[in-house]
């Protein structure tokens, strides 16, 4: 259920491993995409629920992973096993957790990392929660999506390591910005200081993915800005719950939500952009006039 930037190629990889799909999306497009790979298609959510003993969840944010799940835990019959591949919030993890057991099924968090080219190839990293018995009566599924399959503890442990990963990796996408931009202003090559990097101390995931991106000043979209801010958001109040203060969370937060205005379906690669152009007027970088010192 959900056939979106992550959960069509997630479908094509199933279906390609040989598993049979039923496929559910409100989109009527997304639907027909599934059909061409081969997928079977149901009519509703409740078709699913009750046709289905494992349904594997990609959707775009908490609110809707609790409706959907809500409706499937009220309709399903026991025993339903049901993997959220979706990044969510452990709260939410814990909650409907708790909801499966009560009607003696299972709810797994098991969001994944990678993006929609490593579903295609089953090279995601898969961050797992939940119940033990039950991640290893899927784990075998989960193998055929991801190389690593890690369970990293109850309900909401996936949601957890998700979000830690995300939160590194945004950080790690503005330094990229910021010292590709500084490079242009110092009339340094940028593939020459890419190359440097990237086989230096400053290579990352962040590095090797928006690399291409800033070079071409191509933001198509793989990973949206609007899903950015979400796993952004997330993560900082994720810190805040245990009483942690993020290290200029206030700066950040402003910084992905005033870019994301006027770029919010672009790839989060554009926050060079924003950077750029704020970096470029007499205005701070969250578009505050910037006060000299005195």
Request: hydrophobic share 40%; charged share 20%; net charge negative.
């Amino acid at each position: 259920m959900g056939l979106g930037n992550m959960g069509n190629p997630v479908a094509a990889r199933l279906i390609q491993c040989g598993h049979r799909l039923l496929a559910y999306d409100a989109n009527a497009e997304q639907l027909n995409s599934a059909s061409a790979l081969g997928a079977d298609l149901a009519r509703s959510a409740d078709e699913v629920a009750q046709g289905c003993q494992t349904i594997l969840l990609s959707l775009p944010n908490p609110t809707v992973v609790r409706e959907v799940v809500d409706g499937l835990i009220e309709r399903g019959n026991p025993g339903l096993v049901i993997v959220d591949l979706s990044t969510n919030d452990p709260q939410t993890a814990r909650d409907l957790d708790r909801s499966a057991v009560a009607r003696n099924m299972s709810y797994i968090d098991a969001p994944v990392s990678g993006g929609p080219s490593r579903a295609l190839t089953g090279e995601l990293s898969v961050m797992v929660g939940g119940n033990e018995q039950a991640v290893e009566g899927i784990r075998g599924l989960l193998s055929d999506l991801g190389t690593q399959v890690e369970h990293v503890g109850p309900a909401g442990s996936g949601s957890i390591a998700k979000l830690l990963n995300n939160f590194v990796a945004l950080w790690g996408m503005v330094g990229v910005s910021q010292a590709f931009l500084a490079a242009e202003a110092l009339d340094v090559s940028l593939d020459r200081l890419y190359d440097v990097m990237s086989r230096s101390s400053g290579r990352s995931y962040s590095l090797d993915r928006n690399f291409p991106k800033i070079k071409n000043r191509d933001f198509s979209p793989k990973f949206t800005l609007t899903l950015a801010q979400k796993d952004l958001r997330l993560g900082l109040d994720l810190m805040r719950s245990v009483g942690l203060k993020a290290f200029a969370e206030a700066d950040l937060r402003a910084l992905f939500s005033v870019a994301a205005q006027g770029d919010a379906e672009m790839d989060v690669a554009v926050i060079h952009e924003r950077l750029r152009r704020s970096s470029a007027s007499p205005a701070g970088p969250l578009g505050t006039t910037r006060q000299e010192p005195r």
